[in-house]
């Protein structure tokens, strides 16, 4: 507790802006609280506590002391780069229940701040030439809740599925699921911990009980505790580090930017995974992808997901074709999204709220040009914001369009050209993506131009997958792909040259980029803390600090500036009235006696 008041007093700064009182200073925290304080009083209280905030370390930046000058931790040889695949006999990815009956894979996943999408497994899952799909009509989907252990007055049914993934050639084998269900549970109290059970009651096979806490309802002065963001996780044993270190940090939501199981990837070349399909199945026009790892993952998270909501987007590896044409199937089927909660016709698309942030998560690898139906729905579901309620908005996608290492070098700029407009005018805070395996925040940029108003970007695919971590910069002699290297499955390419200094006329910088704060090639996982309506503290941790005491590989304050960053899309926002940028609470000190003010600071120093 003491650190936290530490830190949060670190983070202060003074507002030298002029407001009422010429002789009055704005002290803006990162918490709840700001102070005005007399110019006189300050400077006292500077001097006199300078001693207590310099013992107590060095101060957590915040993105209003950017841009800052681009810093590059290079990968360290100490570590491997990678790790293999987890066998499918792994004790965490093997079937626990005795009964096939029994749920499995359970997981949480949000609706509407009132509702939560419980899903589960049952049945067994068959591989072979020829596959029979099972009948989920002849089982039950039930959710048992409620607020107290072993009590469950709350009852809900849903509805069960199958899918199946096929491919008719030789040498390659067909899928067909267990049942997968999904129910919709609702007439949920925000921050309420609830106690559920799962199954066919008729069985009877339900599951043994767990509990899960709901989110705050959509408000300003409402947050979850911590938001976890992770990519590229995939099944080796750093993903095994990854998501013990994660649960360690104990989130209250979990976001994963795409790339899940990479089962496209799983015994391609014996076992250790392929960059390409034609050098494993010269003879087949499409790549087998081995559906058990989907259930090995489903096993391998349930200790995460059955407990805390996690939401999803797409990524590449989620593809996987099928002879027929059919793509994304298994995503499709498996995960339950907000999405005709949100207006939107897609799972590739959609969007919700956490307490006071909105989060928009946008598919790469559907329609995103201006003239589709998934620009359409950004635009209808962003002019319906109210910041005043939500302040935050958050935007997710699996691929970066700001990137400056060598994988997926503007890979994606097609998409970046399309939407990014839209997300400067309604003043997104923050956009998280995956892809490349690495670790890599950006100072806040606009169109590749330093931008106070730009959203904060950051590439957080580093989950530990089959790939290994990325290491080469687009900016070391050698390591500047060409132009046609980096092309998406799915979509256009649409390469650019720089036209302004110190990169004018050249496809890679030939230094880090001034947009790149910060970058390392490290396998970890990144957690939100949002703090209110202005302020929220980023923490990136690495995997190899699990063992390692308040040890993380980057941190800083993320400030959000609605009175500087003002446009048409923000206007409720500002209101009538002014916001106090970073605060929600201001005390006029010249009510206070100045010992008061004194003994206040000491006491929580």
Not at 27 to 36: G, Y
Not at 239 to 253: C, V, Y
Not at 484 to 504: H, Q, R, Y
Request: proline share 8%; hydrophobic share 35%.
């Amino acid at each position: 507790m003491l650190d936290t008041i530490r830190n949060s007093l670190h983070a202060c700064r003074p507002n030298w802006n002029q407001r009422d009182n010429p002789w009055t200073i704005y002290l803006t925290m990162p918490p709840s609280t700001s102070f005005i304080i007399p110019t006189p009083l300050l400077m006292l209280i500077a001097v006199t506590t300078m001693p207590f905030l310099l013992a107590a370390g060095e101060s957590i930046p915040t993105t209003l002391d950017g841009p800052f000058k681009p810093l590059t931790r290079r990968f360290d040889p100490s570590l491997r780069r990678g790790s293999g695949d987890l066998p499918i006999d792994h004790p965490r990815l093997r079937k626990r229940n005795v009964s096939s009956d029994l749920p499995e894979q359970i997981a949480l996943a949000l609706s509407t701040p009132s509702s939560i999408w419980v899903s589960w497994v049952t049945g067994d899952a068959v591989v072979g030439k020829y596959v029979k799909p099972l009948d989920a009509t002849l089982v039950s989907s039930e959710v048992w809740y409620g607020k107290e252990k072993g009590k469950y007055p709350l009852k809900k049914k849903g509805n069960a599925t199958v899918y199946s993934q096929l491919y008719p050639f030789d040498g390659l084998l067909n899928y067909t699921s267990g049942i997968i269900h999904h129910v919709l549970i609702d007439g949920l109290e925000p921050e309420t911990k609830y106690y559920y059970r799962c199954g066919d009651s008729s069985v009877p096979a339900m599951s043994d009980e767990i509990s899960f806490e709901t989110l705050p309802l959509p408000s300003k002065d409402s947050y979850p505790h911590r938001i976890a963001f992770v990519g590229d996780l995939g099944l080796t044993s750093n993903t095994t580090t990854t998501i013990d270190h994660l649960m360690d940090n104990d989130p209250s939501l979990v976001v994963i930017v795409g790339d899940l199981t990479y089962a496209n990837q799983y015994r391609t070349t014996g076992g250790k995974g392929a960059s390409c399909f034609s050098c494993s199945f010269p003879d087949a026009p499409i790549r087998e992808t081995y559906q058990p790892r989907w259930d090995a993952w489903g096993r391998f998270m349930e200790p995460l997901t059955s407990k805390v909501p996690t939401m999803v987007i797409e990524g590449n590896h989620e593809i996987e074709p099928q002879a027929s044409g059919v793509t994304f199937r298994s995503y499709s089927e498996r995960f339950a999204v907000p999405a005709s909660e949100s207006g939107s016709n897609s799972n590739f698309y959609y969007s919700f709220d956490a307490g006071g942030v909105h989060f928009v998560m946008l598919g790469a690898y559907v329609d995103y040009n201006q003239t589709g139906a998934q620009y359409a729905w950004l635009k209808e579901d962003l002019s319906k914001v109210d910041r005043a309620v939500t302040p935050w908005l958050v935007a997710t996608m699996h691929p970066p369009w700001y990137n400056s290492y060598s994988s997926h070098y503007q890979e994606f700029e097609c998409m970046r050209q399309e939407m990014e407009e839209l997300l400067y005018q309604h003043r997104v805070d923050i956009i998280f993506a995956g892809h490349v395996h690495a670790y890599e925040r950006m100072n806040r940029i606009y169109n590749y131009t330093l931008d106070p108003c730009g959203a904060v970007y950051i590439t957080i695919g580093d989950g530990g997958n089959i790939e290994k971590v990325d290491v080469d910069f687009a900016d070391d002699p050698g390591k500047c792909p060409s132009p046609g290297d980096n092309v998406p499955e799915i979509g256009g390419s649409c390469p650019l040259n720089f036209t302004s200094a110190p990169a004018k006329d050249k496809f890679c910088w030939d230094r880090q980029p001034d947009w790149s704060a910060f970058r390392e090639s490290s396998f970890g996982h990144g957690i939100l803390e949002v703090m209110n309506s202005t302020y929220a503290l980023w923490t990136w941790h690495r995997n190899q600090d699990v063992y390692k005491d308040d040890s993380y590989g980057d941190q800083i304050y993320i400030v959000r500036q609605p009175n500087l960053c003002i446009s048409p899309a923000t206007s409720r926002e500002a209101g009538g009235g002014r916001e106090a940028s970073g605060c929600e609470n201001r005390f006029s000190s010249p009510s206070f006696p100045m010992f008061i003010w004194i003994f206040l600071m000491f006491g929580i120093l």
